[in-house]
């Protein structure tokens, strides 16, 4: 294909677009795109309106129409006839998968806490989002990235309008232009006939097509606040703007130190006035580590979010300036709004508190920040803190007792969650405090999750031995956590004696550690977990035999590295044999056994086909198995010994890792109604 008309490379933006004539579709494009694409440049009348009529087409044809639309026109006919009998969530889940280029853009997920659905939202931020809210959430943020990358930094600097891609530009049903472009003949195009306009990206990718009423988005900076940054002309305030004007709401914003900075640097009467009709919808923010100058303006930021608006904040991530932060979300005696808390302390900063990046300590510690925030938000179902060493001081977290709000969420009917880890830190923290956050989790009332990932210290010999805690009488909705804990001083003294909980997981870098639960009578849990880095051997084997023999659990998930030997997987399986009756589930992750031998592997399904129950005829169980073991041939076993057992059909097959042998999965389908590869 050639390009249409004549390019004018002085011009940056009409640098993007072809200059076309009086032109048409020619053979081969098909006649329903043609049709599509002439009921897309003309969707609107003069007053901004949809075209009477439209309403009136099939269901299948406005179903694909919506699928080509861009995302803002297909926000205008949401509340219209047209959409009547079309589940829009279902509309927008494709739009996300379709357009949302997150594979190239992956350092969005990672920087900006994107999550690729509504389910995994709910668990991170207890957000309960819409496909439609995470497709917005996603362009903003694109745009966030893009803001505070350099050329050198992108590979291809049409990601530059990406965001306006993702709002104004018609997708084709392959999503890449090509039936489309492909078909332009020379010295002729649509604009005439199908008021659409083909836009290059200044990278010579393949171009887009825009409806000639958004034409003016590329091509007239002058008519939005646009910011020339770096040299680029980067349309942050047509994003904004676009989301206004088309009542779509933001419910998660990240706020980093260029962001800050560009909206404070170019704040006036009416970009403020927008920002705060944008964020009023907000009910999750994540604040990332700032410098000092963009610190001081963060305050200025957060006027918009808090006092300008009567947002309801559900979900905060703090990662920075608790000092700054704290007092928005405690200025009220009490709110219940808060659902979700996360922060992160550099050791320095929670006993001393300085400033980051200056040598001017503050006044208030950073738990006393925190404590006012928990005092405050009532509502809180999850705490989780982070503490870190950004400074290198290699400090040790001498005492979590400055945090005595900490311990008052356990005796909160709606709290659910909460979580202490290090996050690669390698400091120790104090035993007693430990043994403080313990003592509360087992006397709480009420079924609590308790995450610890804090490297204990040695507890003081010269003070008498601690006695067992207090428990109250219902733990068997409690989950406890313990990952890279290390040694556990005076388990058997202090633990009950019979551990009953829901959820126990135990992950660790030695065997060893795990004689914190061995010593116990017996652990009773529902589900437990553990996961071991240390390689399994004849020598610390006994410590895997002591643990399987103490828990009592209905699901298993084991991630073992265990040597290449026959034998000691043998010992492995018969120690499954012995578990798994009654049991509903066993998931053996990534680094579990790597059966070689057939025999082995024989055994291996023999034993675990055998242990479900026969009396059951409604599947039940559910297996899990690395994809490092699995293969065609491994399969055909699994398949021949589950029909040998006679078991019912198994309720689901989980493989996780990279599948290379995909014919597997169809053997493995006919055992289980599900079988699903988890990368």
């Known amino acids: ?235 942050y305030w047509d994003v904004i703007s676009a989301m206004i004007d088309h009542q779509v709401p933001l419910k998660h914003v990240t706020i980093s130190p260029d962001h800050i900075k560009i909206i404070t640097d170019n704040m006036g009467p009416q970009v403020s006035g927008r920002l705060v009709k944008l964020f009023s919808f907000l009910e999750s923010i994540e604040i990332c580590s700032c410098h000092v100058d963009s610190a001081v303006k963060l305050s200025e930021f957060l006027d918009l979010i808090f006092d300008a608006n009567e947002c309801q904040i559900k979900s905060a991530v703090i990662r920075d300036h608790i000092n700054i932060v704290s007092p928005f979300f405690s200025k009220h005696k009490e709110s219940h709004h808060l659902k979700k808390l996360e922060v992160s302390l550099d050791v320095k900063e929670f006993s001393n508190t300085p400033t980051l990046g200056t040598n001017r300590p503050c006044t208030t510690k950073a738990s006393e920040y925190i404590n ?22 290699f400090g040790n977290i001498h005492h979590l007792g400055s945090l005595d709000s900490v311990t008052d969420l356990f005796y909160r009917p709606g709290f659910k969650v909460l979580s202490f880890d290090n996050d690669g830190f390698y400091g120790d923290t104090l035993f007693e405090s430990i043994l403080d956050l313990l003592g509360h989790f087992f006397l709480s009332p009420y079924p609590v999750t308790l995450h610890l990932s804090l490297k204990f210290s040695h507890y003081n010999i010269y003070q008498p031995q601690p006695e067992e805690l207090p428990v109250h009488k219902d733990q068997k909705e409690k989950t406890l956590s313990f990952s890279n804990c290390g040694y556990f001083p005076y388990s058997s003294s202090i633990l009950p004696k019979i551990l009953k909980l829901k959820s126990l997981q135990i992950k ?76 509903e589930m066993l998931l053996l992750r990534d680094h579990g056994v790597h059966w070689l031998e057939e025999e082995v592997i024989r055994l291996a399904f023999e034993t675990i086909f055998c242990s479900m129950s026969l009396s059951r005829v409604d599947p039940y169980f559910e297996l899990g198995l690395p994809s490092s073991s699995l293969n065609s041939k491994v399969a055909e076993i699994a398949l021949n010994e589950w029909r040998k057992s006679g078991s019912t059909r198994l309720k689901r097959i989980r493989i996780f890792g990279e599948l290379k042998d995909i014919s597997s999965v169809t053997l493995l389908s006919e055992m289980a109604i599900e079988v699903t590869v988890i990368n």
């Open 1 to 235: 294909m050639s390009a249409l008309g004549t390019r004018n490379n002085c011009d940056v933006n009409n640098d993007r677009w072809s200059i076309t004539r009086r032109g048409f579709l020619s053979y081969p494009v098909p006649l329903q795109i043609q049709c599509l694409l002439f009921v897309i440049g003309n969707l609107f009348d003069k007053y901004g309106k949809p075209i009477p009529g439209l309403a009136l087409l099939p269901s299948s044809i406005r179903f694909k129409l919506l699928l080509l639309l861009p995302a803002i026109d297909v926000c205008q006919l949401e509340t219209t006839p047209v959409t009547c009998d079309i589940l829009m969530d279902e509309i927008w889940e494709r739009l996300y998968k379709e357009r949302i280029p997150l594979q190239k853009f992956y350092y969005y997920k990672n920087t900006f806490n994107m999550a690729d659905s509504p389910s995994i939202w709910m668990e991170r931020n207890r957000l309960d989002l819409s496909w439609k809210d995470i497709y917005f959430i996603t362009v903003f943020a694109c745009e966030q990235y893009h803001y505070c990358s350099s050329h050198e930094n992108v590979s291809c600097k049409c990601q530059y309008f990406l965001s306006l891609d993702l709002l104004y530009s018609i997708y084709t049903l392959d999503n890449d232009g090509s039936v489309i472009h492909q078909c332009f003949p020379n010295e002729s195009g649509l604009k005439v006939t199908h008021n659409l306009y083909q836009y290059y990206h200044a990278c010579q990718c393949t171009p887009r097509f825009v409806p000639g009423f958004h034409f003016k988005r590329f091509v007239a900076p002058s008519i939005s606040a646009k910011v020339d940054y770096k040299l680029s002309v980067i349309p």
């Open 372 to 393: 006012k925030i928990l005092r405050c938000q009532r509502g809180l179902e999850e705490f989780n803190c982070h503490f870190t060493d950004r400074n290198f001081h």
């Open 508 to 583: 660790e870098n030695e065997w060893a550690h795990v004689q914190n639960f061995t010593c116990l009578q017996s652990i009773v849990a529902h589900r437990f977990s553990l996961s071991i880095r240390e390689t399994t051997t004849s020598i610390n084997i006994h410590y895997l035999k002591s643990i399987l023999n103490t828990v009592q659990a209905k699901e298993w998930d084991l991630s073992i590295i265990m040597k290449n030997e026959g034998r000691l997987a043998k010992i492995f399986i018969e120690l499954l044999g012995d578990v798994l009756a009654g049991g």
